[in-house]
């Protein structure tokens, strides 16, 4: 019997799905272990004690002859003195580069998981398991709120920085403003998965009325 044209395109979906939930069980794993290693960079540097000379520079700061060079991203780089940078400002630089990295981490962990279980469903052929719109909004919510809160972290590792090597430290604000971009996306994946849930609650009433419940599996 010659298989549908939808049975074979959820095959597929089956196929990318048994690749793809390893792939982001071990993403989840790598984030965590971001989120350890920072802490333990943080308590290192913090015990480090020596001169501005043998200290190892972090990246995006390098020495150019007689200034340091601090690259914020976008386009934005900061030129200071060195006999102006310290001890304690390259700690700086370190602390607020792990800390956006800690940030992003947070936000991807979660992510990486739900993602990893909403495939790992679909490759056990369960596409109308609660669980997987359940996931869904899992990630919308992460994306929505972990968006935000990166942001608000770069914002301030900008703000640092700047306040640290800048001059006149007096004339720097911090503007925090909000960005409706991550709360937008986000707020699409949560409905998305909301959909999901009706459909599959629908297909479960009429599988129970037919007596034909094959697909739904609780996984």
């Known amino acids: 019997m010659e298989m549908s044209e939808k049975a074979i395109k959820y095959r597929r979906i089956v196929f990318i799905s048994k690749i793809l ?9 790598v984030f965590m272990a971001a989120l350890v290693l920072c802490g333990i960079i943080a308590l290192i540097v913090l015990l480090v004690n020596t001169s501005v000379e043998n200290i190892m520079l972090p990246p995006l700061m390098t020495l150019q002859g007689d200034y340091y060079s601090l690259f914020l991203g976008n386009g934005i780089r900061i030129d200071a003195p060195y006999d102006t940078v310290s001890l304690g400002d390259i700690k700086t630089v370190i602390y607020a580069q792990l800390i956006l990295i800690a940030a992003v981490s947070c936000m991807m962990t979660p992510v990486s998981l739900f993602i990893s279980k909403l495939c790992r469903n679909i490759a056990a ?95």
Do not use: Q
Not at 21 to 29: C, D, G, I, R
Not at 133 to 150: D, E, H, K, Q, S
């Open 125 to 219: 052929s369960s596409p109308y398991n609660l669980k997987n719109a359940r996931y869904t909004m899992y990630i919308g919510l992460c994306v929505m709120i972990g968006y935000t809160f990166v942001l608000f972290m770069r914002r301030f590792y900008n703000y640092l920085l700047v306040k640290t090597f800048v001059s006149d430290p007096e004339a720097i604000h911090l503007s925090l403003g909000f960005d409706f971009g991550g709360v937008i996306i986000g707020l699409l994946i949560f409905l998305f998965g909301y959909v999901i849930g009706y459909s599959a609650e629908r297909h479960i009433t009429d599988a129970v009325k037919t007596d034909v419940h094959n697909d739904i599996v609780n996984k």
């Open 21 to 29: 939930a390893p792939v982001f069980k071990f993403l989840y794993y």
